[in-house]
């Protein structure tokens, strides 16, 4: 009963703390987490530690949420800091919130990263090829580096890979950097990333 629980409260794929399943369940970590690593072990939830913390989500997120998992976003969404940082801002060097995970979203969607196993990715050939047109330097990377999004709760792109896409953008003025962290949308982000052609 109580891994069901977890697995509904899970559905939509974001990524919470044990002590934040803990408070939405109203139960205590003893209670939870035994069912907790059980699922991990059966391979039904990832868990991933990242920044100091352990995360939690389910591996194969549902399409149709359930009411626990419509608590789950409700609790996320509203956050004070997650609305007053979530649209679009910087993490480390690298474009977060709303905006990153859109991002990552469109070169998942356009076969230019693809996931090898839950929270590990890897540059495609064509994304390879893309984002070296777009960029306007050779892109030799295979592996992809991701952030866990404090405000979204998803993946954004991180390392070299992602420093490198917002400074194109700023310099294109599609985005600008402004204060304590937060990145101003000046034209429509679309990510569509055009695949260079080679000509024999």
């Not at 998942?108 to 890897?122: L, V």
């Not at 400074?167 to 599609?174: E, G, N, Q, S």
């Amino acid at each position: 009963m109580m891994e069901n629980k977890l697995l509904m409260l899970l559905s939509t794929g974001r990524y919470l703390t044990l002590n934040e399943i803990v408070k939405l369940l109203h139960k205590t970590s003893k209670e939870i987490e035994p069912q907790l690593m059980a699922l991990v072990q059966d391979k039904q939830v990832y868990r991933r530690h990242f920044a100091g913390r352990d995360y939690f989500r389910i591996v194969q997120p549902q399409p149709v949420e359930s009411q626990l998992g419509t608590l789950a976003n409700q609790y996320l969404d509203h956050r004070p800091a997650a609305r007053k940082l979530g649209a679009a801002r910087t993490c480390y060097r690298h474009l977060a919130g709303k905006a990153g995970v859109m991002l990552f979203d469109q070169l998942i969607a356009q076969k230019m990263i693809a996931m090898t196993k839950p929270s590990t990715y890897r540059l495609t050939d064509k994304g390879r090829s893309a984002l070296t047109e777009f960029l306007g330097h050779p892109v030799q990377q295979g592996n992809v580096q991701t952030c866990i999004d404090f405000s979204e709760r998803r993946v954004h792109l991180a390392g070299k890979l992602g420093n490198d896409i917002l400074t194109k953008l700023v310099a294109d003025h599609k985005v600008a950097l402004a204060e304590k962290r937060m990145v101003q949308i000046l034209q429509p982000l679309s990510f569509q990333f055009k695949e260079a052609q080679y000509v024999n």
